[in-house]
Antibody, heavy 119, light 109 residues
């Protein structure tokens, strides 16, 4: 049974750096891609970016200058850093597993972390 | 890249069928067979219900089905049940990025 468990600071001040980590339990970590998605309050899902097998990353262009996704294969964990946050970054952030290679979908999700940016 | 276009809301009575459309472009939905659909109940993480346009993951009831024509994908829910009331999001792979639809709220009357 695959489980994703995520954690990180839930309250930030403007200009601070958002930092979240997602631990993966079960399955083969290196066989999948890993992704971060966010959902502003009352709004839809937004793709932030992903990291693939070889550490290659793809980011949403509007966030690219502020986002870093990294992976620690020794711990089966991956992380999100988003710098210089503003109120517009307030959202529930989800980590998820990507099944790619001839297909593409998110089959396992973390529980979500509400991150609020407020002075 | 722009978000995929979904109706904001749809509704139906128990036992009826509803279809949710998801319109993209030739850069995303029209070029790839990697369209997926997610169901989200309030306060919960999204759940995969359709992938690769038409495929259902193990454990997803067969009254959910997907299709695609050109730049528009569709999710059909037949035999509506009370527990189907939720938000539904489409998603398309587009090479170097991923795009979601704005979401559709399904109300079971």
């Amino acid at each position: 049974q695959v489980q994703l468990q995520q954690w990180g600071a839930g309250l930030l001040k403007p200009s601070e750096t958002l930092s979240l980590t997602c631990a993966v339990f079960g399955g083969s970590f290196s066989d999948y891609y890993w992704i971060w998605i966010r959902q502003p309050p009352g709004k839809g899902l937004e793709w932030i970016g992903e990291i693939n097998h070889s550490g290659g990353t793809y980011y949403e262009p509007s966030l690219k200058s502020r986002v870093t996704i990294s992976v620690d294969t020794s711990k089966n964990q991956f992380s999100l850093k988003l710098s210089s946050v503003t109120a517009a970054d307030t959202a529930v952030y989800y980590c998820a597993r990507v099944t790619g290679s001839g297909t593409y979908y998110f089959d396992h999700w973390g529980q979500g972390t509400l991150v609020t940016v407020s002075s | 890249q722009s978000a995929l276009t979904q109706p904001r809301s749809v509704s139906g009575s128990p036992g009826q069928s509803v279809t949710i459309s998801c319109t993209g472009s030739s850069s995303d939905v029209g070029s790839y067979k990697f369209v997926s659909w997610y169901q989200q109940h309030p306060g919960k993480a999204p759940k995969l219900i359709i992938y690769d346009v038409t495929k259902r993951p193990s454990g997803v009831p067969d009254h959910f089905s997907g299709s695609k024509s050109g730049n528009t994908a569709s999710l059909t829910i037949s035999g509506l049940q009370a527990e189907d009331e939720a938000d539904y999001y489409c998603c398309s792979y587009a090479g170097t990025y991923v795009v979601f639809g704005g979401g559709t709220k399904l109300t079971v009357l």
